[in-house]
């Protein structure tokens, strides 16, 4: 599984259930990175999506009730609701790559089965920010490429160290 997010350095990742910055350059690399493989995402960062599903992808919403999202995803084709449980059997079917984009409680539930992380910084200060991401990247991975983008915006990607598999 590959981890997927935008935050800014003190560690913001939303703000009122959604981004609290709109950076077409991250965006445009989220779809570029993701076209054609399954997004995992949690019920929250389903339910702040301005379109759904995202489209070219399959989308799997991780929630403790899939059943109470069963009859809105019937007619949406390449969504579906699972459990933690289930997430496995369902991926099975489901095209590589996997990228979990959030949100907070999805990062730290997947943690240990995600080898490689895209971060992306943006420039911006959230001073009400209420949700952070859940971890350090330094104890786990390292960094592997570091890349100026456009908008002040930095791409970092990490992979993870061999010796931290299982923490």
């Known amino acids: 599984m590959i981890g997927i997010?935008?935050?800014?350095?003190?560690?913001?990742?939303?703000?009122?259930?959604?981004?609290?910055?709109?950076?077409?350059?991250?965006?445009?690399?989220?779809?570029?990175?993701?076209?054609?493989?399954?997004?995992?995402?949690?019920?929250?960062?389903?339910?702040?999506?301005?379109?759904?599903?995202l489209p070219k992808r399959d989308n799997v919403i991780l929630t403790r009730k899939p059943s109470a999202l069963a009859a809105t995803l019937r007619d949406i084709p390449r969504a579906h609701a699972v459990?933690?449980?289930?997430?496995?059997?369902?991926?099975?079917?489901?095209?590589?790559?996997?990228?979990?984009?959030?949100g907070r409680q999805i990062f730290e539930l997947l943690n240990d089965r995600i080898d490689e992380w895209f971060v992306t910084l943006v420039p911006d200060d959230i001073p009400d920010c209420d949700v952070h991401f859940p971890f350090s990247?330094?104890?786990?991975?390292?960094?592997?490429?570091?890349?100026?983008?456009?908008?002040?915006?930095?791409?970092?990607h990490y992979l993870r160290r061999p010796e931290s598999w299982g923490r």
């Open 5 to 53: 997010v935008a935050m800014n350095r003190e560690g913001c990742i939303g703000k009122g259930n959604d981004l609290p910055w709109h950076y077409s350059v991250d965006l445009k690399l989220f779809k570029k990175r993701t076209l054609n493989g399954t997004v995992i995402m949690g019920r929250n960062t389903w339910d702040s999506l301005p379109r759904k599903p």
């Open 83 to 102: 459990n933690d449980h289930n997430l496995v059997r369902l991926l099975t079917g489901c095209p590589a790559p996997h990228f979990v984009i959030g």
């Open 137 to 156: 990247f330094e104890e786990s991975f390292q960094e592997a490429e570091r890349s100026d983008l456009p908008e002040g915006c930095v791409l970092i």
